[in-house]
């Protein structure tokens, strides 16, 4: 079982940055690959970025490569994702979660925490 806290979201306007964070606890955090997705209102949810375990192998979706940098400290058991230049499609409750190394699948999901970006 794995604990999973998002934080640092809010309201912000478009073009401004935000840095989400992400504790886990609960597994050993270093050994799995890590994953932000999305979900706007009325709309499924979708990936945002992945980072291995290691953190040297990163991905993202095409909507926000360019904008968006995932990182992690793999000391605090901690995901981050830095959001730049914030559009206001952008919007979405954010979550993190972690890859199953076995079956590629999320498996577990924090509360989520929202990003509002304003026109």
């Known amino acids: 079982q794995v604990h999973l806290v998002e934080s640092g979201g809010g309201l912000v306007q478009a073009g401004g940055s935000l840095r989400l964070s992400c504790a886990a606890s609960?597994?050993?955090?270093?050994?799995?690959?890590m994953g932000w997705f999305r979900q706007a209102p009325g709309k499924e949810r979708e990936f945002v970025a992945r980072?291995?375990?290691?953190?040297?192998?990163?991905s993202y979706a095409d909507s926000v490569k360019g904008r968006f940098t995932i990182s992690r400290d793999n000391a605090k058991n901690t995901v981050y994702l830095q959001m730049n230049s914030l559009k206001p499609e952008d919007t979405a409750v954010y979550y993190c979660?972690?890859?199953?190394?076995?079956?590629?699948?999320?498996?577990?999901w924090g509360q989520g925490t929202q990003v509002t970006v304003s026109s």
């Open positions: 979660a972690p890859r199953s190394g076995a079956t590629g699948s999320y498996d577990y």
């Open positions: 609960g597994r050993t955090f270093s050994s799995y690959a």
């Open positions: 980072i291995s375990a290691s953190g040297g192998i990163t």
